[in-house]
């Protein structure tokens, strides 16, 4: 029992420290390049613990990040829904990965997670989009996930969560 | 799901989210808060008095022209009362804070540690020392998202100070940090260094507060419109200290002193007030300025001194 609530509380802490991470503010010029910290915390989750992790709660987290960011309510939640489900028809595939690979991955997963925010602000009008800069992001999200995954593998097994 | 909130149904589901991200701003707050309270603890004495001194001067400047400003407004009432027109009472200020910025690269919002629980509503105008910032864009339980003024889905009704040219500045859709004035006629007074201050159209923006400053004026005849750029007065980017402006409330003057100017004045203002609004036919607008009667000049001219006093003590 106790185990259980402990696996409950690292995952809620890891991904309020990504919402953090999300919404500190970066000055203009690095705006672009700011790495996807809950999509990313979410791939790891899914990917570790697809049967405690999955499509609802991405819509949960999706949900949040959008008051977070004063986006219109329902813009991550679609994205990081569609990221989980791929994570999750990959994750067998995803843990052999070598972590060159991983990041290939994570680099697809998140560009999709952006081109998917950027189109459904056009859609709705939110946002005018003049370059495709706003895909760094996933290439600086690719670039620390080995850190990432190792610092978050660390987690899960010190605190035995499952 | 879009849909509904295009029409503001989930509103309320989002103020009930606000509840659970408050703790997320404040922790992300933190850093900035430790900053500035080390800086507070590790203050010298002599720097305090040299501030203590400097703010003492200051307070004696604001003073002074506080009280040649009472004499103004109190002048400019006796005018508008002759003109038949309405009167703006100076409003409540709720001083805020900064707290953080949108995370979305192409809007230029920022979040204030101020929100429904302190009364803040949608509309709400944001100042801080220098000049208008935006709007009140959205009310959290705790905070609410501002929209800036040079958000390029923004436009605020200006005048110029100088000669009451109206028009309107939108956030500029190629430089960070800028207005440019839409739908400008070749013909419209403007020059650089112009200062334009909110002219009160749209209903939204008080009057006669600061907001940019003309850095250039572009007009090629070949094209319909003059290309004019401006500078905000606000700092948009380094400010934390804002405030917020409670509803500064129109009170029409006795409607029967000059009974002649009644229909004149009523007839004039309205379709301006509407067609800043719509924001659609400047070029309309702006030849209503051209017939605006006579009587209407004189106090324009002390309007705009009262507004350049007016920007001197809010500064402090």
């Not at chain 1, 329902?74 to 067998?92: C, D, E, P």
């Not at chain 2, 989930?10 to 408050?22: D, E, I, M, N």
């Not at chain 2, 703790?23 to 305090?48: E, K, M, Q």
């Not at chain 2, 009974?259 to 301006?272: G, K, R, T």
């Amino acid at each position: 029992m106790p185990v259980r609530a402990h696996s409950i509380w690292v995952i809620f802490l890891s991904f309020f420290i990504a919402y953090l991470l999300a919404i500190v503010p970066f000055p203009e010029w690095a705006m672009n390049y700011r790495p996807e910290w809950v999509p990313m915390v979410l791939i790891y989750w899914v990917m570790a613990l697809p049967y405690r992790v999955g499509i609802g709660s991405a819509w949960a987290a999706g949900l949040l990040l959008d008051i977070l960011e004063g986006s219109i309510l329902g813009l991550n939640a679609t994205a990081l829904v569609i990221v989980a489900y791929v994570t999750l028809s990959l994750h067998l595939r995803l843990r052999m990965f070598s972590t060159l690979q991983q990041s290939g991955l994570v680099l697809a997963l998140i560009g999709l997670n952006l081109i998917l925010c950027n189109w459904l602000q056009i859609v709705t009008g939110q946002s005018v989009a003049s370059n495709l800069m706003f895909l760094m992001a996933a290439l600086t999200s690719a670039i620390i996930w080995p850190s990432l995954f190792q610092l978050l593998r660390q987690i899960r097994r010190g605190f035995d969560v499952h | 799901m879009f849909a509904d909130n295009r029409f503001g149904y989930l509103q309320q589901v989002r103020f009930v989210l606000g509840y659970a991200t408050t703790p997320v701003y404040w922790v992300a707050d933190i850093p900035t808060r430790v900053s500035f309270w080390i800086d507070d603890v590790f203050v010298s004495r002599t720097d305090l008095l040299e501030e203590n001194e400097g703010l003492r001067v200051e307070l004696l400047e604001a003073q002074r022209e506080l009280q040649l400003l009472e004499s103004l407004t109190s002048e400019n009432n006796r005018l508008r009362a002759l003109n038949e027109a309405t009167e703006f009472i100076g409003g409540e200020i709720l001083s805020a804070e900064i707290i953080n910025i949108s995370p979305d690269p192409y809007s230029k919002r920022v979040l204030i540690n101020k929100g429904a629980r302190d009364g803040v509503f949608i509309g709400q105008a944001l100042l801080d020392a220098n000049g208008l910032m935006g709007q009140v864009d959205e009310v959290l339980p705790f905070t609410s998202w501002v929209l800036l003024i040079t958000d390029s889905h923004h436009v605020i009704p200006v005048e110029v100070n100088r000669n009451g040219e109206r028009a309107l500045a939108r956030g500029s859709r190629d430089a960070a940090n800028q207005l440019e004035l839409v739908f400008v006629t070749q013909t419209q007074d403007m020059r650089a260094n112009d200062l334009l201050v909110s002219s009160g159209m749209g209903q939204v923006y008080p009057k006669n507060y600061p907001v940019a400053e003309i850095i250039s004026v572009y007009s090629d005849p070949g094209q319909d419109f003059a290309i004019v750029k401006a500078r905000p007065l606000a700092q948009l980017a380094s400010t934390r200290h804002v405030m917020l402006i409670f509803a500064e409330e129109e009170v029409a003057v006795e409607p029967n002193l000059i009974p002649d100017l009644v229909p004149d004045a009523a007839f004039e203002e309205a379709p301006v007030v509407d067609r800043g609004e719509v924001g659609g036919s400047e070029v309309a607008d702006s030849e209503v300025v051209e017939s605006d009667s006579v009587a209407e000049i004189v106090p324009q001219v002390i309007d705009d001194q009262v507004s350049q006093l007016e920007s001197e003590p809010i500064d402090q």
